[in-house]
Protein backbone atom coordinates (compact mmCIF):
# COMPACT_ATOMS: atom_id res chain seq x y z
CA UNK A 1 0.00 0.00 0.00
CA UNK A 2 1.39 3.05 -0.81
CA UNK A 3 1.80 6.33 1.28
CA UNK A 4 -0.18 9.37 0.04
CA UNK A 5 2.28 11.18 -0.28
CA UNK A 6 4.58 8.47 -2.46
CA UNK A 7 1.03 8.17 -4.65
CA UNK A 8 1.50 11.91 -5.01
CA UNK A 9 5.19 11.05 -6.14
CA UNK A 10 4.38 8.88 -8.47
CA UNK A 11 2.07 11.13 -10.09
CA UNK A 12 4.84 13.73 -10.50
CA UNK A 13 6.85 11.59 -12.12
CA UNK A 14 5.03 9.99 -14.41
CA UNK A 15 3.28 13.64 -15.74
CA UNK A 16 5.55 15.23 -18.46
CA UNK A 17 7.16 12.44 -20.30
CA UNK A 18 11.47 12.51 -19.37
CA UNK A 19 13.47 9.83 -20.85
CA UNK A 20 17.13 9.62 -22.31
CA UNK A 21 17.84 11.78 -25.34
CA UNK A 22 20.57 11.73 -27.98
CA UNK A 23 23.42 8.86 -27.72
CA UNK A 24 21.38 7.44 -24.29
CA UNK A 25 20.13 4.76 -23.62
CA UNK A 26 17.78 3.63 -20.98
CA UNK A 27 14.34 4.78 -19.78
CA UNK A 28 14.83 8.25 -17.33
CA UNK A 29 11.69 8.31 -16.29
CA UNK A 30 11.57 4.52 -14.80
CA UNK A 31 14.75 5.77 -13.17
CA UNK A 32 13.29 8.94 -11.65
CA UNK A 33 10.65 7.21 -10.30
CA UNK A 34 12.25 4.57 -8.73
CA UNK A 35 14.62 6.80 -6.93
CA UNK A 36 11.53 8.20 -5.84
CA UNK A 37 10.52 5.16 -4.40
CA UNK A 38 13.66 3.70 -3.03
CA UNK A 39 13.86 7.14 -1.20
CA UNK A 40 10.71 7.35 0.21
CA UNK A 41 10.61 3.52 1.97
CA UNK A 42 14.00 4.56 3.45
CA UNK A 43 12.57 7.33 5.47
CA UNK A 44 11.61 7.25 8.51
CA UNK A 45 7.94 6.04 9.28
CA UNK A 46 6.14 8.46 11.14
CA UNK A 47 7.97 11.14 8.94
CA UNK A 48 7.39 10.09 5.76
CA UNK A 49 3.22 9.49 6.36
CA UNK A 50 3.37 13.25 7.63
CA UNK A 51 4.10 14.40 3.66
CA UNK A 52 1.26 15.37 1.85
CA UNK A 53 2.22 16.11 -2.17
CA UNK A 54 -0.07 18.19 -4.31
CA UNK A 55 0.03 18.70 -7.69
CA UNK A 56 -1.31 21.30 -10.83
CA UNK A 57 -0.42 21.85 -14.35
CA UNK A 58 -1.22 24.65 -16.24
CA UNK A 59 -0.22 25.68 -19.74
CA UNK A 60 1.86 28.73 -19.38
CA UNK A 61 3.96 27.68 -15.72
CA UNK A 62 3.86 23.66 -16.96
CA UNK A 63 3.71 21.39 -14.06
CA UNK A 64 3.60 22.73 -10.09
CA UNK A 65 4.16 20.45 -7.41
CA UNK A 66 4.33 21.16 -3.46
CA UNK A 67 5.53 18.95 -0.95
CA UNK A 68 4.02 19.68 3.03
CA UNK A 69 6.24 18.93 5.79
CA UNK A 70 6.35 18.61 9.25
CA UNK A 71 6.58 21.86 10.82
CA UNK A 72 4.77 24.13 9.03
CA UNK A 73 7.04 23.38 6.16
CA UNK A 74 6.69 23.48 2.30
CA UNK A 75 9.50 21.89 -0.61
CA UNK A 76 7.70 23.11 -3.72
CA UNK A 77 8.66 23.92 -7.46
CA UNK A 78 7.11 26.73 -9.55
CA UNK A 79 6.98 26.40 -13.18
CA UNK A 80 9.48 25.75 -15.59
CA UNK A 81 12.75 24.55 -14.80
CA UNK A 82 12.97 25.98 -11.86
CA UNK A 83 14.41 24.14 -8.76
CA UNK A 84 12.45 23.20 -5.33
CA UNK A 85 12.20 25.89 -2.98
CA UNK A 86 12.22 25.11 0.77
CA UNK A 87 9.77 27.82 2.30
CA UNK A 88 7.51 27.54 5.54
CA UNK A 89 3.43 27.75 5.29
CA UNK A 90 2.12 30.72 5.91
CA UNK A 91 -0.04 31.32 9.26
CA UNK A 92 1.42 27.85 10.30
CA UNK A 93 3.45 27.30 13.24
CA UNK A 94 5.15 23.93 14.90
CA UNK A 95 2.91 21.21 14.71
CA UNK A 96 4.04 20.30 17.93
CA UNK A 97 5.75 16.85 19.61
CA UNK A 98 2.68 14.53 18.68
CA UNK A 99 5.16 12.67 15.88
CA UNK A 100 8.40 13.11 18.07
CA UNK A 101 10.38 14.01 15.07
CA UNK A 102 12.99 15.76 16.61
CA UNK A 103 14.75 19.06 14.42
CA UNK A 104 17.79 16.66 13.71
CA UNK A 105 15.55 13.83 11.61
CA UNK A 106 13.50 16.71 9.96
CA UNK A 107 16.72 17.99 8.54
CA UNK A 108 17.77 14.69 7.52
CA UNK A 109 14.59 14.30 5.58
CA UNK A 110 14.40 18.01 3.97
CA UNK A 111 17.74 17.38 2.76
CA UNK A 112 16.79 13.70 1.26
CA UNK A 113 13.79 14.52 -0.20
CA UNK A 114 15.03 18.11 -1.71
CA UNK A 115 18.10 16.10 -3.11
CA UNK A 116 16.46 12.94 -4.22
CA UNK A 117 13.11 15.36 -6.07
CA UNK A 118 14.24 15.60 -9.56
CA UNK A 119 13.17 19.52 -11.44
CA UNK A 120 10.75 18.12 -14.06
CA UNK A 121 12.09 19.75 -17.32
CA UNK A 122 15.92 19.89 -15.76
CA UNK A 123 18.41 18.21 -18.14
CA UNK A 124 21.19 15.76 -17.38
CA UNK A 125 24.13 16.05 -19.71
CA UNK A 126 26.55 13.01 -18.83
CA UNK A 127 30.35 13.49 -20.07
CA UNK A 128 33.12 10.72 -19.89
CA UNK A 129 34.63 11.73 -16.92
CA UNK A 130 38.43 12.79 -17.65
CA UNK A 131 41.42 9.49 -16.90
CA UNK A 132 38.45 6.58 -16.62
CA UNK A 133 36.65 5.59 -19.80
CA UNK A 134 34.53 3.46 -18.10
CA UNK A 135 32.83 6.32 -15.58
CA UNK A 136 30.76 8.95 -16.56
CA UNK A 137 29.82 12.34 -14.68
CA UNK A 138 26.23 13.68 -14.61
CA UNK A 139 25.81 17.24 -14.94
CA UNK A 140 22.34 18.91 -14.45
CA UNK A 141 20.74 22.22 -15.88
CA UNK A 142 19.23 23.10 -19.20
CA UNK A 143 20.21 22.76 -22.41
CA UNK A 144 20.43 25.50 -24.66
CA UNK A 145 21.97 24.09 -27.49
CA UNK A 146 24.09 20.85 -29.08
CA UNK A 147 25.46 20.93 -32.07
CA UNK A 148 28.60 18.92 -33.29
CA UNK A 149 30.91 21.49 -32.49
CA UNK A 150 29.56 22.09 -28.43
CA UNK A 151 26.86 21.64 -26.18
CA UNK A 152 25.45 24.67 -24.28
CA UNK A 153 24.29 23.92 -20.93
CA UNK A 154 22.75 27.00 -18.49
CA UNK A 155 23.95 26.16 -15.08
CA UNK A 156 21.42 26.03 -11.59
CA UNK A 157 24.26 28.31 -10.25
CA UNK A 158 23.26 30.69 -13.66
CA UNK A 159 26.40 30.48 -15.56
CA UNK A 160 26.28 28.72 -18.62
CA UNK A 161 29.10 26.22 -19.70
CA UNK A 162 30.26 24.75 -23.42
CA UNK A 163 31.07 21.28 -23.51
CA UNK A 164 33.05 20.01 -26.47
CA UNK A 165 30.55 17.21 -28.64
CA UNK A 166 32.41 14.63 -28.62
CA UNK A 167 32.96 14.80 -24.91
CA UNK A 168 29.35 13.94 -24.16
CA UNK A 169 28.12 10.64 -23.74
CA UNK A 170 24.59 11.59 -24.07
CA UNK A 171 21.24 13.47 -22.27
CA UNK A 172 18.34 13.16 -20.73
CA UNK A 173 15.21 15.59 -21.28
CA UNK A 174 11.88 15.47 -22.03
CA UNK A 175 10.38 15.47 -25.22
CA UNK A 176 6.64 15.53 -25.88
CA UNK A 177 4.54 12.62 -26.25
CA UNK A 178 4.18 13.15 -30.05
CA UNK A 179 7.78 12.59 -30.46
CA UNK A 180 7.50 9.27 -27.59
CA UNK A 181 5.26 7.97 -29.59
CA UNK A 182 6.99 8.36 -33.00
CA UNK A 183 9.88 6.84 -31.81
CA UNK A 184 7.92 3.75 -30.26
CA UNK A 185 6.90 3.17 -33.72
CA UNK A 186 10.43 3.96 -35.08
CA UNK A 187 11.40 0.93 -33.48
CA UNK A 188 8.68 -1.27 -34.76
CA UNK A 189 9.85 0.08 -38.11
CA UNK A 190 6.55 1.78 -38.56
CA UNK A 191 7.91 4.45 -40.39
CA UNK A 192 5.10 5.56 -42.48
CA UNK A 193 2.92 6.13 -39.46
CA UNK A 194 5.69 7.72 -37.63
CA UNK A 195 6.33 10.23 -40.13
CA UNK A 196 3.23 12.62 -38.95
CA UNK A 197 3.95 12.58 -35.56
CA UNK A 198 7.21 13.33 -35.79
CA UNK A 199 6.19 16.35 -37.95
CA UNK A 200 3.45 17.29 -34.95
CA UNK A 201 6.54 17.20 -32.73
CA UNK A 202 8.84 19.52 -34.28
CA UNK A 203 6.21 22.14 -34.80
CA UNK A 204 5.44 21.64 -30.90
CA UNK A 205 9.12 21.69 -29.21
CA UNK A 206 11.00 25.12 -30.24
CA UNK A 207 14.22 23.52 -28.58
CA UNK A 208 16.19 24.19 -31.86
CA UNK A 209 18.95 21.23 -30.93
CA UNK A 210 15.28 19.19 -30.46
CA UNK A 211 13.96 19.81 -33.69
CA UNK A 212 17.08 18.82 -35.27
CA UNK A 213 17.17 15.64 -33.25
CA UNK A 214 13.48 15.15 -34.38
CA UNK A 215 14.46 15.92 -38.58
CA UNK A 216 17.00 13.54 -38.68
CA UNK A 217 14.34 10.69 -37.58
CA UNK A 218 12.55 11.92 -40.39
CA UNK A 219 15.49 11.62 -42.74
CA UNK A 220 15.60 7.77 -41.71
CA UNK A 221 11.55 7.54 -42.08
CA UNK A 222 11.81 8.76 -45.34
CA UNK A 223 14.99 6.94 -46.86
CA UNK A 224 12.90 3.53 -45.26
CA UNK A 225 10.03 4.24 -47.50
CA UNK A 226 11.93 5.40 -50.39
CA UNK A 227 10.75 9.05 -50.28
CA UNK A 228 14.46 9.84 -51.65
CA UNK A 229 13.55 13.46 -52.50
CA UNK A 230 12.15 14.17 -49.02
CA UNK A 231 14.99 12.73 -47.42
CA UNK A 232 17.28 15.26 -49.37
CA UNK A 233 15.31 17.89 -48.48
CA UNK A 234 15.13 17.11 -44.84
CA UNK A 235 18.83 16.40 -44.71
CA UNK A 236 19.84 19.72 -45.76
CA UNK A 237 17.32 21.39 -43.76
CA UNK A 238 19.60 19.67 -40.88
CA UNK A 239 22.81 21.23 -42.42
CA UNK A 240 21.53 24.91 -42.75
CA UNK A 241 20.64 24.64 -38.92
CA UNK A 242 24.20 23.12 -38.21
CA UNK A 243 27.00 23.09 -40.68
CA UNK A 244 28.95 20.63 -38.45
CA UNK A 245 25.10 18.26 -37.50
CA UNK A 246 25.68 15.71 -35.07
CA UNK A 247 23.21 13.46 -37.24
CA UNK A 248 25.22 13.48 -40.71
CA UNK A 249 25.12 9.79 -40.85
CA UNK A 250 21.86 9.73 -42.05
CA UNK A 251 22.29 11.46 -45.68
CA UNK A 252 20.53 9.55 -48.36
CA UNK A 253 23.62 9.25 -50.57
CA UNK A 254 23.01 6.91 -53.63
CA UNK A 255 25.14 3.79 -53.22
CA UNK A 256 23.29 1.14 -55.17
CA UNK A 257 22.82 1.45 -59.20
CA UNK A 258 19.53 2.52 -59.65
CA UNK A 259 18.08 5.15 -62.53
CA UNK A 260 16.55 7.82 -60.06
CA UNK A 261 13.16 8.86 -60.76
CA UNK A 262 11.89 11.59 -62.57
CA UNK A 263 11.05 13.69 -59.49
CA UNK A 264 14.58 12.78 -57.63
CA UNK A 265 16.33 13.60 -60.55
CA UNK A 266 15.19 17.03 -60.74
CA UNK A 267 15.98 17.25 -57.38
CA UNK A 268 19.36 15.67 -57.65
CA UNK A 269 20.07 18.16 -60.25
CA UNK A 270 19.10 21.21 -57.90
CA UNK A 271 21.10 19.57 -55.43
CA UNK A 272 24.65 19.71 -57.24
CA UNK A 273 24.24 23.40 -58.38
CA UNK A 274 24.04 24.48 -54.66
CA UNK A 275 28.56 25.04 -54.32
CA UNK A 276 27.60 26.73 -51.23
CA UNK A 277 26.58 23.43 -49.49
CA UNK A 278 29.15 20.78 -50.15
CA UNK A 279 26.95 18.43 -48.69
CA UNK A 280 24.21 19.11 -51.18
CA UNK A 281 26.82 18.92 -53.78
CA UNK A 282 27.78 15.71 -52.69
CA UNK A 283 24.07 14.37 -52.26
CA UNK A 284 23.30 15.49 -56.06
CA UNK A 285 26.40 13.87 -57.80
CA UNK A 286 25.54 10.65 -55.88
CA UNK A 287 22.08 10.10 -57.82
CA UNK A 288 23.07 11.35 -61.20
CA UNK A 289 26.26 8.55 -61.15
CA UNK A 290 23.69 6.40 -63.02
CA UNK A 291 22.43 9.20 -65.86
CA UNK A 292 24.86 11.53 -65.97
CA UNK A 293 28.09 10.11 -64.99
CA UNK A 294 30.84 12.49 -65.92
CA UNK A 295 28.86 15.68 -64.49
CA UNK A 296 28.64 13.35 -61.12
CA UNK A 297 32.49 11.95 -61.23
CA UNK A 298 33.67 15.94 -62.09
CA UNK A 299 32.09 16.98 -59.02
CA UNK A 300 33.15 14.03 -56.56
CA UNK A 301 36.86 14.85 -57.55
CA UNK A 302 36.35 18.40 -56.42
CA UNK A 303 34.50 17.47 -53.06
CA UNK A 304 37.57 15.19 -52.14
CA UNK A 305 40.03 17.77 -51.67
CA UNK A 306 37.46 19.55 -49.39
CA UNK A 307 38.46 20.80 -45.87
CA UNK A 308 35.22 18.83 -44.32
CA UNK A 309 36.90 15.34 -44.01
CA UNK A 310 33.54 13.34 -43.63
CA UNK A 311 32.53 15.25 -47.41
CA UNK A 312 35.94 14.40 -48.21
CA UNK A 313 35.93 10.47 -47.36
CA UNK A 314 32.28 9.94 -48.38
CA UNK A 315 33.30 12.24 -52.17
CA UNK A 316 36.17 9.32 -52.82
CA UNK A 317 34.20 6.43 -51.70
CA UNK A 318 31.10 7.57 -54.67
CA UNK A 319 33.87 7.73 -56.90
CA UNK A 320 34.51 3.83 -56.33
CA UNK A 321 31.17 3.30 -58.04
CA UNK A 322 32.11 3.96 -61.44
CA UNK A 323 35.38 1.54 -61.08
CA UNK A 324 33.76 -1.08 -59.28
CA UNK A 325 33.79 -3.35 -62.64
CA UNK A 326 37.53 -2.37 -63.86
CA UNK A 327 39.26 -1.81 -60.33
CA UNK A 328 42.30 -4.48 -59.58
CA UNK A 329 42.75 -6.63 -56.65
CA UNK A 330 45.35 -3.96 -55.08
CA UNK A 331 42.86 -1.27 -55.54
CA UNK A 332 39.79 -2.58 -53.88
CA UNK A 333 42.61 -3.80 -50.92
CA UNK A 334 42.87 0.44 -50.97
CA UNK A 335 39.17 0.82 -50.81
CA UNK A 336 38.69 -1.73 -47.68
CA UNK A 337 41.96 0.13 -46.20
CA UNK A 338 40.19 3.88 -46.84
CA UNK A 339 37.04 2.28 -45.01
CA UNK A 340 38.33 1.31 -42.10
CA UNK A 341 39.92 4.86 -41.46
CA UNK A 342 36.18 6.27 -42.37
CA UNK A 343 34.33 7.22 -38.95
CA UNK A 344 32.30 4.40 -37.97
CA UNK A 345 29.15 6.37 -38.74
CA UNK A 346 29.85 6.54 -42.15
CA UNK A 347 31.17 3.14 -43.61
CA UNK A 348 27.48 1.48 -43.86
CA UNK A 349 27.65 2.83 -48.16
CA UNK A 350 31.54 2.68 -48.60
CA UNK A 351 31.41 -1.33 -47.26
CA UNK A 352 28.45 -1.90 -49.91
CA UNK A 353 30.67 -0.67 -52.63
CA UNK A 354 33.58 -2.62 -51.71
CA UNK A 355 31.25 -5.30 -51.24
CA UNK A 356 30.15 -5.22 -54.76
CA UNK A 357 33.88 -5.02 -56.01
CA UNK A 358 34.83 -8.20 -54.32
CA UNK A 359 31.41 -9.63 -56.09
CA UNK A 360 32.79 -8.98 -59.21
CA UNK A 361 36.15 -10.31 -58.43
CA UNK A 362 34.53 -13.65 -57.20
CA UNK A 363 36.42 -13.51 -54.10
CA UNK A 364 33.12 -14.54 -52.04
CA UNK A 365 34.20 -14.63 -48.49
CA UNK A 366 35.60 -11.15 -48.58
CA UNK A 367 32.61 -10.35 -50.24
CA UNK A 368 30.01 -11.55 -47.85
CA UNK A 369 31.99 -10.16 -44.74
CA UNK A 370 32.26 -6.86 -46.33
CA UNK A 371 28.36 -6.79 -47.08
CA UNK A 372 27.36 -8.67 -43.55
CA UNK A 373 28.35 -5.49 -41.89
CA UNK A 374 26.18 -3.30 -43.06
CA UNK A 375 22.91 -5.05 -41.72
CA UNK A 376 24.60 -6.32 -38.47
CA UNK A 377 26.15 -2.90 -38.35
CA UNK A 378 24.18 -0.29 -40.11
CA UNK A 379 20.11 -1.89 -39.89
CA UNK A 380 19.02 2.26 -39.86
CA UNK A 381 20.16 2.11 -43.44
CA UNK A 382 17.23 -0.48 -44.69
CA UNK A 383 17.64 -0.43 -48.39
CA UNK A 384 21.35 -0.83 -48.05
CA UNK A 385 20.81 -3.54 -45.58
CA UNK A 386 18.47 -5.60 -47.86
CA UNK A 387 20.42 -5.42 -50.72
CA UNK A 388 23.74 -6.54 -48.52
CA UNK A 389 21.88 -9.64 -47.09
CA UNK A 390 20.62 -10.85 -50.73
CA UNK A 391 24.01 -10.65 -52.02
CA UNK A 392 25.63 -11.96 -49.09
CA UNK A 393 23.62 -14.96 -49.42
CA UNK A 394 24.03 -15.25 -53.31
CA UNK A 395 28.14 -15.17 -52.49
CA UNK A 396 27.32 -17.93 -50.06
CA UNK A 397 25.60 -20.08 -52.56
CA UNK A 398 28.57 -19.72 -54.69
CA UNK A 399 31.10 -21.04 -51.65
CA UNK A 400 28.39 -23.74 -52.15
CA UNK A 401 27.11 -23.43 -48.38
CA UNK A 402 23.16 -23.30 -49.08
CA UNK A 403 22.13 -23.38 -45.22
CA UNK A 404 24.04 -20.58 -44.16
CA UNK A 405 22.28 -18.89 -47.13
CA UNK A 406 18.98 -19.91 -46.60
CA UNK A 407 19.63 -18.36 -43.11
CA UNK A 408 20.38 -14.49 -44.79
CA UNK A 409 17.45 -15.00 -47.11
CA UNK A 410 14.79 -15.91 -43.92
CA UNK A 411 16.42 -13.02 -42.20
CA UNK A 412 15.86 -10.57 -44.86
CA UNK A 413 12.15 -11.99 -45.18
CA UNK A 414 11.53 -11.38 -41.37
CA UNK A 415 13.32 -8.07 -41.35
CA UNK A 416 11.50 -6.41 -44.30
CA UNK A 417 9.35 -8.77 -45.89
CA UNK A 418 7.30 -6.12 -48.16
CA UNK A 419 10.71 -4.82 -49.89
CA UNK A 420 12.11 -6.30 -53.56
CA UNK A 421 14.99 -7.93 -51.80
CA UNK A 422 12.60 -9.88 -49.62
CA UNK A 423 11.05 -11.46 -53.14
CA UNK A 424 13.92 -12.16 -54.44
CA UNK A 425 14.89 -13.77 -51.30
CA UNK A 426 11.83 -15.91 -51.35
CA UNK A 427 12.65 -17.00 -54.54
CA UNK A 428 15.83 -18.29 -53.90
CA UNK A 429 14.84 -19.48 -51.18
CA UNK A 430 12.25 -21.70 -53.11
CA UNK A 431 14.87 -23.29 -55.40
CA UNK A 432 17.49 -23.57 -52.39
CA UNK A 433 14.33 -26.16 -51.12
CA UNK A 434 13.77 -28.24 -54.62
CA UNK A 435 17.39 -28.78 -55.07
CA UNK A 436 18.35 -32.30 -54.20
CA UNK A 437 21.00 -31.27 -51.25
CA UNK A 438 19.16 -28.29 -50.22
CA UNK A 439 18.17 -26.44 -46.81
CA UNK A 440 14.74 -28.19 -45.20
Given at each position: ?263 LEQAARRWIQREEMPAAVLLGASHLMSIARAQALDQLRRLATSTDRSIAQLAIAQ ?122
Amino acid sequence: MLRPWLRSWQALQVGPACRAGPGAQGAARQRVWEKGRDTALGLDRNLADCCHATLTRSASEGVRWSLRLPFGLVLERQGHNRGPVLSRQRGCGSQGPARQAGPTRCAALLLVVAFALPVCGEDVVRIASPGDARAETRIPGRIVEYTGRELRLALPTGDERSIPADQVIGVETQYTRDQLLADRLFSQHQYEQALPLYGRARGEDQRPWVRRLITAQMVWCYQATRQTTAAGEEFLLLIRSDPVTLYFACIPLAWLPAQPSPELEQAARRWIQREEMPAAVLLGASHLMSIARAQALDQLRRLATSTDRSIAQLAIAQAWRAATVTASEEEVAGWRRAVDAMPEELRAGPYVVVGTALLRQQQWEPAALALLRVPILYPRHLELANRSLLDAGGALQRLERPQQAARLYQELIAMNGSSREATEARDRLESLRRAPSGPQ
